[in-house]
Structures are given as C-alpha cells and as structure tokens.
C-alpha cells in the first residue's frame, strides 16, 4: 500500500487565503521505501518504481 505525505500548515484563520502553487516536492511512502517526487517528474517512471516497489512489499 503506498501513501503520500504531504507537509502543512494548519491555520484556523477566517481570513482569505491567496492561491497556493503546487508543492515543489512530494514524498510517496511504500512499505519502508520512501520516494521523493519532484516538479517535472517523468508519470511512466514514477509509475513502474510504484509498480516494483508495491510488488515486492507484498512479500
């Protein structure tokens, strides 16, 4: 099973918020393996390492 970790900040602030790019970088746990994906990253890549890595957490 993968998860994604995301890191943020929680403000309880009835104030307008301004938009928010997207996060430069984000961290995709499998199992004991941790992954970090970066802006640009290649889907086709990123999907066969998923693919291995959910494969072999299985084990």
Do not use: C
């Amino acid at each position: 099973m993968a998860r994604v970790v995301r890191v943020s900040e929680l403000k309880s602030s009835p104030v307008e918020r301004k938009p928010v790019e997207a996060a430069e970088e984000l961290v995709v746990e499998v199992g004991p393996v941790r992954v970090l994906v970066r802006r640009g990253f290649d889907r086709a890549t990123l999907g066969a390492v998923l693919d291995v890595l959910t494969a072999r957490s299985g084990r």
